[in-house]
C-alpha cells in the first residue's frame, strides 16, 4: 500500500485548504483511512478517519465542525477539507491506512506540511 499526500501550504488564520491523499497497491473496502498531524515539539495525534466501505466517520474533537473527511472511490483518493484554520492547526499532516476491526494503522504517507499563519 502507498500513500501519497498532497494540498499542503502557508495560509492565514480563518482560510482553508484541501489535503489529499492519493492510496494505491490495495483492495481499500476493507480499510480504514485516517488523516494525523504532528506539530513542532508535539506528539503525533489523531484527527479524522473514514471506513472507505461504509464512509462512516470520526473526528478529533479539536477539529470537529471544522474539517470534514472524504473519498472518491473512483480516484482512490482520500481528501480532508479544513475551514476556519486556526494557527494551532500549523502541523505535519499524514494519510494513514489500517485493515478495517485492526486499531493499528500500517501504512503511512510521507505528510503534507500545513502551515497557518495569525
Known amino acids: 500500500v502507498q500513500l501519497v499526500e498532497s494540498g499542503g501550504r502557508l495560509v492565514q488564520a480563518g482560510g ?35 471506513a472507505w466501505s461504509t464512509s462512516g466517520t470520526t473526528y478529533a474533537d479539536s477539529v470537529k465542525g471544522r474539517f470534514t473527511i472524504s473519498r472518491d472511490n473512483a480516484e482512490n483518493t482520500v481528501y480532508l477539507q479544513m475551514n476556519s484554520l ?33
Do not use: H, N
Open 16 to 50: 482553508s485548504l484541501r489535503l489529499s491523499c492519493a492510496a494505491s497497491g490495495g483492495t481499500f473496502s476493507s480499510y480504514v483511512m485516517g488523516w494525523f498531524r504532528q506539530a513542532p515539539g508535539k506528539e503525533r495525534e489523531f484527527v479524522a478517519a473514514i
Open 86 to 118: 486556526k494557527p494551532e492547526d500549523t502541523a505535519l499532516y499524514y494519510c494513514a491506512a489500517r485493515y478495517r476491526g485492526t486499531l493499528r494503522y500500517d501504512f503511512w504517507g510521507q505528510g503534507t506540511q500545513v502551515s497557518v499563519s495569525s
